[in-house]
């Protein structure tokens, strides 16, 4: 089991920046890939970037070039900095783990509210 606690969300001006991190604890080893997902008011929640255990990166069309995932095996946490963020960024943002490329994902944690706004 892996316990994940994600953390830096708030309130930002149309333009500015947030950096999320996600905290990982638990049984860590062999982990594929982690990813961030957002989920806004009344829509479905959806895969923002993920990162593979060798570095490899993906990322939604509407964040490319906005958005960088990245892990800190050191330090167990993985990040997503948050550049030249828009209104519609505006949702709850969870992080979580797959322990292979057809599994399912963990379970979801509380995730942190990211709010764009002016």
């Known amino acids: 089991q892996v316990q994940l606690v994600e953390s830096g969300g708030g309130l930002v001006q149309p333009g500015g920046s947030l950096r999320l991190s996600c905290a990982a604890s638990g049984n860590i080893v062999d982990i594929y890939d982690m990813g961030w997902y957002r989920q806004a008011p009344g829509k479905l929640r959806e895969l923002v970037a993920r990162v593979t255990s060798n570095g490899s990166t993906i990322y939604e069309d509407s964040v490319k070039g906005r958005f960088t995932i990245s892990r800190d095996s050191d330090k167990n946490t993985m990040y997503l900095q948050m550049n030249s963020l828009k209104p519609e960024d505006t949702a709850v943002y969870y992080c979580?783990?797959?322990?292979?490329?057809?599994?399912?994902?963990?379970?979801w944690g509380q995730g942190t509210q990211v709010t764009v706004s002016s």
């Open positions: 979580n783990y797959r322990r292979g490329r057809f599994t399912p994902w963990g379970s």
